[in-house]
């Protein structure tokens, strides 16, 4: 217990001393170094103001200033479009017949068949060909339903000369309906590079040639134009 009390004591006498010391401190620096800082005995402290030293100005040069030229007026054009009026039609006037008193106007011919006879020539029917080798004539005879027919006698007359041959004549061996006549150099006097006119028609028979038709006439105009004529077709009505 007795030494509990000595160091009770010791640390009292420490901190004790400690305030005093801390207190005659801040009394020394109340009553002495501040009425002294404030009457002048310490020198204030120097307030440095900065100096700015003018620097040498330059001289800028003036740039002229470039005025833009006024623009020149820009010529306006007028563009005029010139429509062309419509051309009215023209009328052409219709042709006029003129008859001569006294004579008849000429009929135009009727592709019609003639009335009476059996057979027409079709027309348009027969093709016209260069042929110098071997000329010939070629055809067919229809019944009224366009169906081939055989046994009609077809005849061909040429300078003064007749010439028959039978529709499907097997025995030449030609088709059902189809006829054919060939000719050449030497034939009964025949020269193919010369002009002429054939005749055909369809008769009876080559005993009794009655015509059957109305004849069908051709103009030869040598095998270099018309050596092979096909395709002449005789219709029955």
Same mark, same amino acid.
């Given at each position: 217990? =007795?030494?509990?009390?000595?160091?009770?004591?010791?640390?009292?006498?420490? @901190?004790?001393?400690?305030? @005093?010391?801390?207190?005659?401190?801040?009394?020394?620096?109340?009553? @002495?170094?501040?009425?002294?800082?404030?009457?002048?005995?310490?020198?204030?402290?120097?307030?440095?103001? !900065?100096?700015?030293?003018?620097?040498?100005?330059?001289?800028?040069?003036?740039?002229?200033?470039?005025?833009?030229?006024?623009?020149?007026?820009?010529p306006t054009y007028?563009?005029?479009?010139?429509?062309?009026?419509?051309?009215?039609?023209?009328?052409?006037?219709?042709?006029?017949?003129?008859?001569?008193?006294?004579?008849?106007?000429?009929?135009?011919?009727?592709?019609? !068949?003639?009335?009476?006879?059996?057979?027409?020539? =079709?027309?348009?029917?027969? +093709?016209?060909?260069?042929?110098?080798?071997?000329?010939?004539?070629?055809?067919?005879?229809?019944?009224?339903?366009?169906?081939?027919?055989?046994?009609?006698?077809?005849?061909?007359?040429?300078?003064?000369?007749?010439?028959?041959?039978?529709?499907?004549?097997?025995?030449?061996?030609?088709?059902?309906?189809?006829? =054919?006549?060939?000719?050449?150099?030497?034939?009964?006097?025949?020269? !193919?590079?010369?002009?002429?006119?054939?005749?055909?028609?369809?008769?009876?028979?080559?005993?009794?040639?009655?015509?059957?038709?109305? !004849?069908? +006439?051709?103009?030869?105009?040598?095998?270099?134009?018309?050596?092979?004529?096909?395709?002449?077709?005789?219709k029955r009505q």
């Amino acid at each position: 217990m =007795k030494s509990k009390g000595r160091l009770a004591a010791i640390i009292g006498g420490i @901190v004790g001393g400690s305030l @005093v010391a801390f207190c005659c401190g801040l009394i020394f620096t109340l009553l @002495v170094i501040m009425p002294a800082r404030e009457s002048g005995g310490l020198p204030p402290h120097a307030t440095l103001e !900065p100096s700015i030293e003018s620097s040498p100005s330059l001289g800028i040069a003036s740039i002229p200033t470039r005025t833009p030229a006024e623009p020149s007026a820009t010529p306006t054009y007028a563009v005029i479009i010139l429509s062309p009026e419509p051309s009215r039609p023209t009328t052409t006037p219709m042709p006029t017949v003129t008859t001569t008193p006294g004579e008849a106007p000429t009929p135009v011919p009727s592709p019609t !068949p003639t009335v009476g006879l059996p057979f027409y020539y =079709k027309e348009g029917s027969r +093709v016209e060909e260069e042929n110098c080798v071997r000329q010939y004539l070629q055809g067919w005879v229809h019944d009224a339903s366009g169906a081939p027919l055989n046994g009609v006698t077809v005849r061909w007359d040429r300078w003064g000369e007749s010439f028959f041959e039978i529709s499907g004549d097997l025995e030449k061996t030609w088709r059902r309906g189809e006829w =054919k006549f060939t000719y050449g150099y030497g034939q009964a006097g025949f020269d !193919p590079r010369v002009t002429t006119d054939f005749t055909l028609q369809i008769v009876l028979s080559e005993g009794d040639p009655t015509p059957l038709s109305e !004849p069908l +006439v051709i103009h030869y105009a040598g095998c270099g134009l018309t050596g092979q004529i096909t395709n002449i077709v005789f219709k029955r009505q």
